[in-house]
């Protein structure tokens, strides 16, 4: 099973990756707990590139997304595929409806080229994702909190805007397989919400 996670920033992710992670392995469960872009040493130097705040000199949007997509195969043939062949459970912090969110709903990347690389380079879909929904003043504030902003977290509301009208767009196209969690509600709950789908 593969099951990704997916929202703006700040929503609570990482909290309810770490709870299901707990559940799974309760159960005695082998599980794979990755992120993405990230999951690999290498893929994880490829994501310091894409946070990193750069004064000098500006990322284009398509490197953006070769960035992404080249961390993402990286990701995919060393950590995501061979854990699923061997039969464990991956959980992975952001996967392929980030990219249509943040690039092509938030950045104005067209469809076709995500498609490309998607059809290209991605053997294998989550069979389910959760997508923390919160009002994107409420998961800014948080990711404030946590400290110095990254290269995404600088953005202006209302590019966060543009990213979770995305993320609706996908959940609305693919009922079956995206899940929408209210992300406002406390942790506990957040998570409760998400057994019942598993269940
Ligand atoms: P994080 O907030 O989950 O740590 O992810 C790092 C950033 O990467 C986040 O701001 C969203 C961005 N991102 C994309 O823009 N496209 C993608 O496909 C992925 C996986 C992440």
């Not at 992975?92 to 950045?107: M, N």
């Not at 879909?125 to 997508?131: D, E, K, Q, R, V």
């Not at 509600?185 to 998400?194: C, G, I, K, S």
């Amino acid at each position: 099973m593969f099951i990704s996670f997916e929202g703006t920033e700040g929503v609570g992710k990482t909290t309810l990756i770490r709870k299901i992670h707990q559940y799974f392995e309760q159960q005695g469960k082998e599980v794979v707990l990755t992120r993405e872009p990230g999951g690999t040493p290498l893929a994880e130097q490829i994501r310091s590139l894409l946070l990193a705040v750069n004064h000098e000199e500006q990322m284009s949007h398509d490197t953006e997304l070769l960035l992404i997509y080249a961390a993402r195969a990286q990701h995919l043939e060393q950590v995501i595929l061979p854990a699923l062949v061997a039969g464990k459970i991956v959980l992975s912090d952001r996967f392929t409806d980030a990219s249509f969110a943040y690039q092509c709903s938030g950045r104005g990347l067209s469809q076709e080229k995500l498609q490309l690389l998607n059809q290209t380079f991605v053997a294998k879909m989550p069979n389910i994702t959760f997508w923390l929904d919160a009002p994107i003043e409420l998961g800014m504030t948080r990711a404030r909190e946590r400290g110095a902003l990254d290269r995404f977290e600088q953005e202006k509301l209302s590019f966060f805007a543009k990213v979770r009208a995305g993320y609706e767009t996908l959940w609305q196209a693919e009922p079956e397989r995206i899940k929408r969690l209210d992300a406002t509600q406390n942790a506990d709950v957040v998570f409760e919400d998400a057994l019942q789908y598993l269940k």
